[in-house]
């Protein structure tokens, strides 16, 4: 069973259009995050939410909205989609907290969506 | 603002050599170092440290943190191709909830 799974795991759209890339986790984790991983291998964080709770959201264009319908979704919507938002964006999971005491963050990732906009 | 930096940006070696991939943190509340491997596709996890000098091992690999000097090594020894790929590093700053990666290093076993 895949631990954390996104789809679709390819996207190639034209400028302006609006998409959204799903990303599920089984690993029962408290926390979820979106990062962006451009063509030079750099993973910077955009999101994280952790129990249904948005905590971290970076300076990211408001065009990009997350959404966590529970705990173990977190999916991510992008309008007016634009060539510099071209990437491969991952979606990934860890406990923040386990048992009442912090975590120490191991993430597990999923495999990511190769987004390509023309 | 947190910080992490790898060095080398990029190394290629030969199968059968020993590397070294260092990296430096600054970062606030700090809680954990972690190392991650990624291939063609997500980055899987390597290592955790949170402790200085003690050494964690898996097989050809290993990783250990100063805390005192704010840095982390990962160590590869006896490297194969198979061990091509961009090492990633990341410090946990607890109070955010956030891990900062750096830019990772882009190793290339050549056979």
């Known amino acids: 069973d895949t631990a954390v799974s996104q789809t679709p795991k390819y996207l190639v759209t034209q400028m302006g259009n609006d998409k959204s890339i799903k990303c599920e986790q089984n690993l029962g984790h408290d926390t979820m995050y979106w990062y962006k991983q451009d063509s030079k291998k750099f993973l910077k964080i955009m999101f994280s939410?952790?129990?249904?709770?948005?905590?971290i959201n970076e300076t990211v264009p408001n065009r990009f909205s997350p959404k966590s319908p529970d705990k173990a979704h977190l999916n991510l919507h992008i309008n007016s989609l634009e060539l510099g938002d071209s990437a491969v964006y991952f979606c990934?999971?860890?406990?923040?907290?386990?048992?009442?005491?912090?975590?120490?963050?191991?993430?597990?990732f999923g495999p990511g969506t190769r987004l390509t906009v023309l | 603002e947190d910080k992490v930096v790898q060095s080398p940006l990029s190394l290629v070696v030969h199968e059968g050599d020993t590397v070294t991939l260092n990296c430096s943190y600054e970062?606030?509340?700090?809680?954990?170092l972690l190392w991650y491997k990624q291939e063609k596709k997500a980055p899987t996890f390597l290592f955790m440290l949170t402790s200085s000098g003690i050494e964690k091992k898996s097989g050809r690999l290993s990783s250990i943190l100063d805390k005192k000097e704010l840095f982390s090594i990962l160590n590869i020894t006896a490297t194969q191709t198979g061990d091509s790929a961009v090492y990633l590093c990341?410090?946990?700053?607890?109070?955010?909830?956030?891990?900062?990666f750096g830019d990772g290093t882009t190793l290339t076993v050549k056979p």
């Open positions: 939410y952790n129990n249904k709770e948005l905590i």
């Open positions: 970062v606030t509340n700090f809680r954990s």
């Open positions: 990341a410090a946990y700053n607890t109070n955010a909830g956030k891990s900062t």
């Open positions: 990934a999971s860890s406990h923040r907290t386990s048992g009442g005491i912090s975590s120490y963050n191991e993430q597990f």
